[in-house]
């Protein structure tokens, strides 16, 4: 199957940074990527869709101006957390895929905890 | 609004079966997904389905029901490495080029296989 790389696969930083996380197709090429969030024993939360080239959908509730999301080429979207806070430390979680088939190839995560 | 409800865990022997039910209501329908979850790793496909009725892969078997809203996922002859979250996810709506993907999430199903 297709496989989605995440990068890093852990980041710790303190109150005020900002964190970029890449998500990388490896062998394909994604017309949109997704980025979900996750808290323990908790469900996978949309963040937002991702359209190569154009500007990323965020769901309701979900700051785009704190999370910013850059999909710069077909198997490349970033995610970069800004200002980060303690309540920022989550699980997060891209995925990408392509509109002609219906599945979504999720990368590992980044476990990202804020100081 | 949108809601996928499944059982928070539950635990069953080596070699045995386990049936994992899902409930949604959701604004619209355009397909469930199930994906199998190990701690701190990303989800994997496990099995898709649109249409009523029974989907059988392996070991695994997906059954839906539209018009209850319903959905399980059943795991024949368990093995110690079934033991994950088990992820209900349904597709609301049928895409337009941004949407295509969105996916809501229930909560996870831990199941846990004792020997």
């Known amino acids: 199957g297709a496989v989605v790389s995440q990068h890093p696969s852990r980041v710790i930083c303190k109150s005020g940074t900002s964190v970029k996380i890449e998500c990388r197709s490896l062998?394909?090429?994604?017309?949109?990527m997704f980025w979900y969030r996750q808290f323990p024993k908790k469900s996978l939360m949309l963040m937002a869709t991702?359209?190569?080239?154009?500007?990323?959908?965020?769901e309701q509730g979900v700051e785009k101006d704190k999370f910013l999301i850059n999909h710069a080429s077909l198997t490349l979207s970033t995610l970069t957390v800004t200002s980060a806070h303690p309540e920022d430390s989550s699980f997060y979680i891209c995925?990408?895929?392509?509109?002609?088939?219906?599945?979504?190839?999720f990368g590992p995560g980044t476990r990202l905890t804020v100081t | 609004g949108q809601n996928i409800d499944q059982p928070t865990e539950m635990t069953a022997t080596e070699g045995a079966i386990v049936q994992i039910n899902c409930t949604y209501q959701?604004?619209?329908?355009?397909?469930l997904f199930w994906y199998q979850q190990h701690a701190g790793e990303a989800p994997t496909f496990l099995s898709y389905?649109?249409?009523?009725g029974l989907e059988e892969k392996g070991r695994f078997s997906s059954f839906l029901s539209r018009s209850k809203g319903y959905s399980y996922l059943l795991l024949k002859e368990l093995q110690m490495k079934d033991s994950a979250s088990y992820l209900c996810?349904?597709?609301?709506?049928?895409?337009?080029?941004?949407?295509?993907?969105?996916?809501?999430f229930g909560a996870g199903t831990q199941v846990v296989v004792t020997p």
């Open positions: 995925s990408a895929g392509t509109s002609s088939t219906y599945e979504q190839y």
């Open positions: 991702s359209n190569e080239g154009s500007k990323a959908t965020y």
């Open positions: 389905n649109v249409l009523d």
């Open positions: 959701t604004s619209g329908f355009n397909g």
């Open positions: 996810a349904v597709r609301p709506i049928r895409g337009t080029t941004d949407s295509w993907g969105k996916l809501q």
């Open positions: 062998d394909f090429q994604a017309t949109t």
